[in-house]
């Protein structure tokens, strides 16, 4: 029998799976984190910082006066060293670790809605977490302890978030339609009640937006440990899905024909991404578009099975943002500047070359 | 686990509705090990329900569901997975995965938490993607294969999972005929080879009737019938269930009964004093002569039947714009046998039978033969033919067996109103169903 | 192919993983979560490296330094204070907006910016982020911000960094008193701060007697409305609990926007229209001016517009709550509201 029919001959090659790209990935961002803390608002000497980095790295072992021959700030050569090595340094290293979270919260989350356009904001997590914040700021909860209680209630209200969204996965009526339209309803309603919330406290307002345009700085190394020690965690658990959601990409029926408990997985795979996406941006606000692009780029260069998908998302989302602070700089000199302004900035271009520069290549398949 | 003689699947008083609708209600079915089940039924019937529940998709209102013995939703998905594979109707997959990878999603249930593929699973594919001839395309992506070759795929996915049974859902509906063909031989004998069981949904009866140990008829979410092809297939199951005029026949080669559909039963008339699907009456005619039965019984709802006639005859015509099944011969030969085996199916369903006042010669003569055979069974009425026109060209052999007719018990009627009178006056002819 | 035999062979048993491990992850993450927040307790400890502990705006306890030579403001409304207290020479840095997009803080009047000097100071970003690397450079031994910057960051200053971080963001006029007596004490400049209150105290002593007078008599205080901002849907005003407020009461006046549910409300152009107040007194200065309030809904038909009680001041006499405040503001309101008072 076998009557085959020929394949057309533009159609798209097989996606294969290249797992050396995420080595490579590793390198780069190895690179750029050692080379990241030359660029700050602050100008110091490169060989200056490469100095402390040495010396504080050797425990002072090496480089015992890194700031000789310098040209030293106000606050002397100390200064000097808080600001490349606790500054700048624990700036970075969160901008590493919220990009994975935020890279591999949105590869996930684009294989359990099988949409190409989820990404860890979509369920309303950013508004559940903005609302958390507001709260903090707006009556005044623990103003001593503000730098943990504040991204303690938005991770709160970012999980709160996530966890309706749960409940209706659940349910019956549970569909990934419902699922979607859930995330936005609730967004907009937590919208509103954030709305409603800052007309009553103006000054709350501008702390909120400050968490609204997504940050990186006013951080130190015991919040990049809390955030780091969540994702890391979770971020690990979501990677160890890569097979169920290549199997999820047949459809939650296929798959549970294959072996995979369809629902099961999809609960905990929500329940994960969005822990790490609640940690991820309860220090940091809003970040846009890491989630949404990282996924993307992965599959153009590494191929389109998930279990290389989600670490590579969560080294492509760390290098993006830490690309995209070092660039901010680059570009704004001596100024900081909201780091989700410059996602996005840089994001969407970037994500329409991605779409349209190969037009027969989906890196989703067809919508 | 299975006891040996645990059916591959038994149902027992499953019923499942959806919201006000029950698509499944009271079905008992229990698949052996090793068969080739076609589960067949109009849109709607419940085919796709009963493998879903089968599937453990979906938990059923009442009864249980088994897989070789254990109820299906006690047991974890992975273990459903290797009792049972699905052919699902079409996939859509979103990602150009390679062929062989594909393939490979079928060993999920077999592999540990965080187990790759191993060589061995890998081999399997292979043997999997060559047992559907697909070995060439292994490394082509699945969104760049054609439809047939893409079920395949699918096919072999199942093929690799292993599970002793596989469910297919109109595995064929997106295929043309070739492809259609290709694929449910290559089920036919990769289920004789390895002693899969199979339970595919199937529209096409012919497909269903050719490849299949056992077609079971689901309707409204009833077992409607059940059996062997031969058994089962029937114009009256078709027009019964399907509300479909079909030619049951037999395919020469194979053996395997095959229908030609002609048309949709036409809506029986309804008002008051008529009985809707009374009969049905078998009408004899042929050169016009049984029309004005023929309209008349159908007026007065009747179901009608008709034959054996020649291809070109008038009273075909009627007969098939009234929606009768007939019996039919090609013009001018001699009926067949064939062709009087199928009048024969036809009077055996008929309640009465009506003899039009029809010219007859060698070639239609046995139909007065077929006619004798009922005598005495069901009632039996003559339309008196017109005098002085010469009707027998049988050399009297007409003659004589219309007169045996009368005197074994048939009766003649001088016209279409007489015809109706005596049958309303039978007792033998049901009221409607 | 091996064929999964269901009557010999029983599959390896799959690794289940038990639905529990949802609680895992959230203890794992909340245990992360209190050993973070137990470190930082445990870090806060050594941080007292001055005498003097007070408690600010915002009611946290600071420990600072004894007249510390290098101070960093962030806040107009500190820096009037500052500079009135005499304490200019201390200051080496002060707030402004990312400097690619426009430098200091646009809530310096031109006037403030050459009276304080403040063009040859440093400046530390504060919107829209915050920059802490500059303010490292800068090498302060005290940070005095009003809530112009997120309470977060400043905790993470203070406990980061040393540095500590004072809050002075008064809600009333008494509050910029207490402020500035605050500010006396940590700079120890007592005269200097005694004299300023001295000053506040006279105008306020002053505002206090032309409200008697006005009670005794039965006058009842003129109505109007003090607005800083005006738009198409209507006029930018304090509610009631600011220092907005405050001034207006203290000016003897009759704020229609007393009863406002918000604190800082736009009031419509029919609200405005309904109360039609006796005076109305508009804010001027960064880039607001009297055009600006012609666009807004019926302002020509207002009464206080069309008998010339329509009076514009400078935006930031009335906005900051501040020494100016009430030694600029408070006078020139009473003017508007109660010409030829014994006040002047």
Sequence with gaps: ???????????????????????????????????????????????????????????GALFSHPCAGASVPASGCAGLIEIVWDARLSEIMLAVVVGAGLGISGGTLQGVFRNPLADPFLLGISSGGTLGAAVVVVFRIGVADQNLLLPLFAFIGAIGTGFVILVAARSRFGSVETLLLTGVALSSFLSAVLSLLLLYSPTGSLQVDFWLLGNLGSLDWTQDGIVFGVVLVAGTLLATYGRELNLLQLGPDVAQSLGVDSRKVRVRLLLLASVTTAAAVAFTGIIGFVGLVSPHVVRRIAGSDYRIVLPGAALVGAGFLLAARDLSLVAFPGTLLPIGIFTSFAGAPFFAYLLFRRRGTSTMGSP | MSGPTDPALRLRQVTVRFGERMALQDVNLEVPKGQFLALTGPNGSGKTTLLRAALGFLAPQSGSVELFGSEVLSLSVAERARRVAWVPQEENPRENVPLLDYVLYGRYAHLEWLQGETARDREAALRALRAVGLEERAEDGILSVSGGEKQRAILARALVQEA?????????????????????????????????????????????????DRIVVLSRGRRVADGAPTEVLSEELLARVWGVVADLRRDPRTGAPYLLPHHLVPPAPSGPGTFLGKGPVHVVGGGGSGAPYLRALSEAGYRVTAGALHLLDSDLETAENLGALTAVEVPFAPISDEVRERLRNLLQAAKAIVVAPFPVGPSNLPNLEEVRGWLGRVPILLVRRPSGVEWDFAGGRARALEEELLRGGARQVAGAAEMLAALAAEPSVPLPQ | MHLYDLSSSSAPPRRTVPLAWFAVVVIVAAGVSVVGIAASYALRGGSSSGPLTITDDLGRRVTVPLDPARVVVLGPSIMDSVYRLGLRSHVVGVDCYAPALGGLSSDYSADQVALWNLSSSMCVQTGPTFDVEQLIALGPQLVLAATIVSVAAVEQITQTYQIPVVMLQPATLTGVILDDQLLGEIFGVSSASSSLANALQTVLAQAASLQNDLTANGTPFPTLLVTYSADGNGYWTFGPGTFGESLIELASGASISANATLSYPELSGEQVLASDPQFLVYGTGFGINESTYAGAPFWSQLTATQDGRAVGMDSNYFTEPDPTMILVGLPQLMAILHPGSSAQ
């Design chain 2, 164 to 212: 002793p049974l596989v469910l297919l859902d109109e595995p064929t509906s997106h295929l043309d005929i070739a492809h259609q063909l290709d694929l449910l031989t290559r089920v036919r004998e990769l289920s004789r080879e390895r002693n899969v069981t199979v339970v595919a949904a199937l529209h096409d009866l012919n497909l269903a009737a050719r490849f299949s």
């Design chain 1, 1 to 59: 029998m076998g009557a085959s029919v020929a394949a057309p001959a533009d159609s798209p090659r097989a996606s294969g799976r290249r797992p050396w790209v995420l080595v490579l990935l590793l390198a780069f961002l190895g690179v750029g984190v050692f080379f990241s803390p030359i660029l700050g608002t602050v100008s110091v000497a490169p060989d200056t910082v490469l100095r402390i980095l040495l010396h504080q790295v050797s425990g």
